[in-house]
């Protein structure tokens, strides 16, 4: 089910986040594919999806004050983009905050979530990339349809697909709600479940107005390794 509730954790010295990892890459996937990014890997999920390839994230982390991110984040200088993704950022308000520090650095912020919490405080100058969870995640039911509302053509769709199932039901989701949206869908195919020639196919068959979105990092790095 959708969850609108954020965990937010203080403390007296200002605000925490739990973070996995803090490392620099090339973004694989989305139209920002190719770029080198400073990623931030914030711990903990509220979902559970049968595919999932950070399962590591979803417990553990260390709490750091948004601050030592941010300067965690400079170590990696020079760069001008920063990608918040998870687990799940935004069941910690932290993340917001972090959003709104990093662009106001004059950073470039992408948030990557996985379209169960509304993404309505998170600025309006990142780039938000919103997951429509598909049959085989086990998740279809998650998506929070007021998500639609504040998505920008700033901001990306994404769809994992595993099967001729998943397909179907992307299909008919952007059949019913995103053809009026200038919004980037990305049809992504899950690893070692279908192979991207024949999601390409289905896609340039049907003449569907979605990109192909491959993992960049994996073709690069193999699925261990994230960057450096
Ligand atoms: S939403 Fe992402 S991090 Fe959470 S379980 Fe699904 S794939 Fe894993």
């Known amino acids: 089910m959708p969850v609108d509730l954020f965990f937010p954790v203080w403390y007296t010295g200002g605000m925490i986040i739990t973070v996995t990892e803090i490392f620099r890459s090339i973004q694989g996937e989305t139209t920002t594919a190719g770029h080198p990014s400073v990623f931030v890997r914030c711990t903990g999920c509220n979902l559970d999806c049968t595919y999932c390839?950070?399962?590591?994230?979803?417990?553990?982390?260390?709490?750091?004050?948004?601050?030592?991110?941010?300067?965690?984040?400079?170590?990696?200088?020079?760069?001008?983009?920063?990608?918040?993704?998870?687990?799940?950022?935004?069941?910690?308000?932290?993340?917001?905050?972090?959003?709104?520090?990093?662009?106001?650095?004059?950073?470039?912020?992408?948030?990557?979530?996985?379209?169960?919490?509304?993404?309505?405080?998170?600025?309006e100058q990142a780039r938000k990339i919103v997951d429509v969870k598909t049959p085989s995640s086990g998740e279809d039911d998650s998506f929070e349809m007021r998500n639609l509302k504040y998505m920008t053509d700033r901001d990306e769709i994404k769809f994992v697909i595993s099967n001729a199932v998943d397909y179907e039901f992307s299909k008919d989701f952007i059949a019913k709600y995103l053809t009026k949206k200038g919004t980037v869908i990305?049809?992504?195919?899950?690893?070692?479940?279908?192979?991207?020639?024949?999601?390409?196919?289905?896609?340039?068959?049907?003449?569907?107005?979605?990109?192909?979105?491959?993992?960049?990092?994996?073709?690069?790095?193999?699925?261990?390794?994230?960057?450096?």
Not at 74 to 92: K, S, Y
Not at 98 to 109: F, S
Not at 200 to 227: K, S, T, Y
């Open 53 to 123: 390839d950070t399962r590591y994230a979803r417990e553990g982390g260390t709490p750091m004050e948004i601050e030592a991110v941010l300067a965690e984040i400079e170590g990696h200088a020079p760069f001008d983009h920063v990608t918040i993704t998870g687990g799940e950022p935004l069941i910690q308000a932290g993340s917001i905050q972090l959003a709104k520090e990093i662009l106001e650095r004059g950073w470039r912020c992408q948030v990557e979530t996985n379209g169960s919490i509304l993404i309505k405080d998170l600025p």
């Open 186 to 228: 990305n049809f992504s195919p899950a690893a070692g479940a279908i192979p991207a020639r024949e999601l390409a196919e289905r896609i340039l068959d049907d003449r569907l107005p979605v990109r192909l979105n491959l993992q960049l990092h994996r073709i690069i790095f193999g699925p261990e390794q994230r960057g450096r």
